[in-house]
């Protein structure tokens, strides 16, 4: 039996790779590279834009967590990231290049799929996965709008520049993991309380790209870095800027400390990590070098911004997430309401696992609540539709779970994510 798949990133990887293990055909819709959507450099299935993290690797993290319950659906999403694992402390960082290429070779190599590069303005015919994700083209956008009577709902998100490590200036910067917790993988540039004061100064008066005619409408978890600095002179240092548990070598205490992540496998490029930014390039460069250490710093991206469409989904969709107007439709990833690569990748699962059972007949059975996964799903499904915002992966969503039984709280969550499992593969 032959199903579609629209979109190849996170996402749809994981349901065209869920889908292809249980013998389907596999129709993939992708339009990059042939389509640009100004945020993707090539056209590999999977690629990160915004970070090259996946965040933290802690259980007792919500994100850590559903990292475990992915692994336990066959995530290759999870597969990839232990392919590209670069040192980034107590988080998953990853080789961008080595992650979506793993994914690619992977999925393309099998012979039940068929790639079509085409921009699509209309869904498939037939059993389909909607993953276009948060950067779905403005024709499916205004397609989807008038076949499902709603509004589909934006918010602006931006992602941060990336410098080569041979430009940083090591007599200022050095390696530290905060409180020494984890292996000194980050890259610290230190401030004095006048250095930073005039770098703020700086980040404020700075010329930003304009935004065409869209309203910036930002998400919070992924603020521009220069939207944070306008909140009050002193908000940078609790926030990206924190230098709490990052003393310098000598001992001493920074005022506040910028951080560099490793964003390949070599170690020759760093990403500024929390420096989402919606700055010109050339007023980038000349911000940005005033990071001690970073004077003389050699962008090898910049950062920029770019608009994330999702759906209205508690209005939208059905248990299983599938479209109330079609029912062979099943959406995924960040145009369901989910936000961050894990969390996109997940729903990816799921909705391949909904699709499967649908049309082999059976009985749907939802993720339990108990789990982040099933904690996510069901937010998206039930918000307030008033208030609908894209989600992260957080404990709030799991009612009765504060951080004095947080491991209670897994071994529940693992056990329950074995259960729905058992039952999926009966």
Not at 232 to 248: A, I, N, V, Y
Not at 351 to 371: H, M, Q, W
Request: proline residues 5%; contains cysteine; glycine residues 8%.
């Amino acid at each position: 039996m032959k199903v579609s798949v629209v979109g190849a990133g996170l996402a749809g990887s994981e349901a065209i790779n869920h889908l292809l293990k249980k013998g389907y055909e596999v129709d993939v819709y992708e339009r990059r590279p042939s389509f640009s959507d100004g945020a993707h450099i090539g056209g590999d299935f999977g690629e990160l834009v915004c970070s090259n993290s996946l965040k933290s690797k802690e259980l007792t993290n919500a994100c850590g967590l559903l990292k475990e319950e992915m692994r336990g659906l066959g995530s290759i999403t999870m597969e990839a990231a232990a392919h590209s694992e670069v040192p980034s402390g107590n988080a998953l960082g990853v080789d961008r290049a080595l992650f979506s290429g793993y994914l690619t070779e992977k999925l393309k190599n099998n012979p039940r799929l068929h790639l079509i590069e085409e921009d699509l303005s209309s869904l498939p015919e037939g059993p389909t996965i909607l993953a276009s994700g948060p950067l779905t083209s403005e024709g499916m956008l205004n397609y989807l709008a008038d076949f499902l009577g709603a509004k589909n709902l934006s918010f602006f998100d931006a992602s941060a520049p990336i410098v080569a490590k041979s430009s940083i200036d090591f007599s200022k910067a050095y390696f530290k993991s905060r409180y020494d917790k984890g292996d000194e993988s980050y890259i610290n540039c230190p401030f004095s309380k006048e250095e930073y004061f005039a770098f703020v100064n700086a980040l404020l008066s700075a010329q930003k790209a304009i935004v065409h005619s869209f309203d910036t409408h930002y998400f919070e978890g992924c603020l521009p870095v220069e939207v944070i600095a306008s909140r009050g002179m002193e908000t940078l240092r609790h926030g990206p800027l924190k230098p709490f548990g990052l003393d310098r070598p000598d001992g001493s205490h920074p005022y506040a400390v910028a951080q560099l992540r490793q964003d390949t496998k070599l170690g020759d490029y760093y990403n500024i990590v929390g420096f989402q930014t919606n700055l010109t390039y050339p007023e980038q460069k000349r911000v940005f070098r005033m990071i001690p250490g970073l004077e003389k710093a050699e962008f090898l991206r910049y950062g920029l911004m770019h608009r994330n469409a999702y759906l209205d989904s508690p209005r939208l969709l059905a248990e299983d997430l599938s479209l109330k107007k079609r029912r062979d439709v099943f959406v995924a990833g960040q145009l369901s309401g989910v936000e961050g690569y894990v969390e996109s990748a997940a729903t990816g699962i799921v909705a391949a696992i909904n699709l499967d059972r649908s049309l082999r007949g059976l009985p749907f059975v939802p993720v339990p609540k108990e789990t982040v996964l099933g904690a996510l799903i069901d937010y998206i499904l039930r918000a307030d539709g008033g208030y609908f915002m894209p989600m992260n992966a957080n404990w709030a969503l799991i009612p009765g779970t504060d951080k004095n039984h947080r491991e209670q709280a897994v071994q529940t969550s693992l056990a329950m994510l074995q259960s729905y499992r058992s039952t999926i593969d009966e």
